[in-house]
Nanobody
Framework: LVQLVESGGGSVQAGGSLRLSCTASLYPYSSYWMGWFRQVPGKEREGVACIGTISATRYADAVKGRFTISRDNAKKTLYLQIDNLKPEDTAIYYC????????????????WGQGTQVTVSS
């Protein structure tokens, strides 16, 4: 069974912070590249951050300096620390697991969670 479950979303004032978590049943978890994506109504899913099997990271330009991706392999958990939230960050955030490298393209990921809603008010 493969299962990814996101948590930590909520409604936040612009400038605030959130930390999203994703628990994964993947085995071995440490062998997968992991990513965070977000999606708003009427638009395609957008890759925002990813992390390699060890520690290499990559970010979309729109979130650099505000988002930090990390992983705890012992806990089989992926994190996304989001600082200085902006209204345009409002979206459903999904975690994903893949085997094709450090990528922000959704087609490079095989497993997906159900998402957690982030809403930022101005």
């Amino acid at each position: 069974l493969v299962q990814l479950v996101e948590s930590g979303g909520g409604s936040v004032q612009a400038g605030g912070s959130l930390r999203l978590s994703c628990t994964a049943s993947l085995y071995p978890y440490s062998s997968y590249w992991m990513g965070w994506f977000r999606q708003v109504p009427g638009k395609e899913r957008e890759g925002v951050a990813c992390i390699g099997t060890i520690s290499a990271t990559r970010y979309a330009d729109a979130v650099k300096g505000r988002f930090t991706i990390s992983r705890d392999n012992a806990k089989k958990t992926l994190y996304l620390q989001i600082d200085n939230l902006k209204p345009e960050d409002t979206a459903i955030y999904y975690c994903a697991a893949g085997s094709r490298g450090l990528s922000l393209k959704q087609n490079d990921y095989s497993y997906w969670g159900q998402g957690t809603q982030v809403t930022v008010s101005s």
